[in-house]
């Protein structure tokens, strides 16, 4: 199969040597990383054929090079070597825009096989690579254009705007969970702990902006799925602030969704009409731990 974005990496297993395909859409993103920036094995071997005109890079290896190492079983012969992506800082030295990657390749030949009386002629026949990954769940977290169809172009907000942000999490090779946001901070630089800062989202899923007399904030309810949460709040800036720039950091999590909401997983915006908060999901007394400003610790 040929290295494309849905499988970037495409491994051959020859007699004597392995050949590794890259496409340099490496992360399914559309932006492709450099060449120059791929290397295999422990011994950072360069590719074979490149060129900055080509969408995928190859490298050919023997067996024994690039720093491959050799793991004897009882039925295989097995080499093990790595796919590595190294970016180099560019542009900007306080900012990265990418992360390395290591990508695990095996190939498998088997010690065993039939023969009969007539000359014998040995035939490699490798197993089939493997690569293996960390399973992990795919959060993220975007801000939407008016209508929620879409994810928004441009970062830039006038005071008087809704920001709208969607939260959700890939739950293809997972039971069906249920998406909360825990806390949602605004500060002036990337650093979550810098001040000033302000949370607007707390208490694990309370929208306490919502409360403010100049605010409409909420979360959007219903939700469009169990794995999507959506919320909307009002454009804002810090006071004294020349640069116009904010940062959010959120923190989201996941439970079952056939689990029920509690205080510790909710979403709970305020309702102004009746002074009471109200959740997405579930029964209202999950929500009133945020009137108390206090839901326990997070799970």
Known sequence: QAAAPLHPVTVQCQ??????????DLFGTGRLVRAGDLTLGSA???PAVWSALETTVTFMAGLHECGSTLRVTPDALVYSTSLNYKPLLTGNPVIIRTS????????????????SSHGVKPTW????????????????????????????????FQLGEVLRFQAGVNTENHAPLRLFV????????????????????????CLVDGQLDDATSTFIS????????????????????????IYI??????????????????????????????????????????EMRSCGLAR
């Open 15 to 24: 007699e004597a040597q392995v050949v590794v395909t890259v496409h340099r």
């Open 249 to 290: 950091t959120c923190h989201l999590k996941v439970s079952l969704a056939d689990q029920a909401p509690d205080p510790l997983n909710k979403a709970c915006s305020f309702n102004k009409t009746n002074n009471l908060w109200a959740p997405v999901e579930g029964t209202w007394d999950v929500c009133s731990c945020c």
């Open 125 to 156: 026949v490798p197993f089939h690579f493997t690569m293996s990954s960390e399973e992990k769940l795919p959060f993220s977290l975007r801000l939407m254009n008016d209508d929620w169809s879409a994810e928004r172009v441009s970062p830039i």
């Open 182 to 205: 825990d806390t949602c901070v605004a500060t002036q630089t990337p650093d979550r702990s810098s001040s000033p800062q302000y949370a607007f989202i707390d208490f694990n899923g």
């Open 44 to 46: 950072g071997c360069l």
């Open 100 to 115: 390395p990657a290591v990508v695990p390749i095996e190939c498998h030949y088997p010690r065993r096989d039939n023969v």
């Open 222 to 245: 219903p939700r469009p799925r169990q794995d999507v949460l959506q919320f909307a709040v009002d454009a804002f800036k810090f006071a004294g602030d020349p640069s116009n720039l």
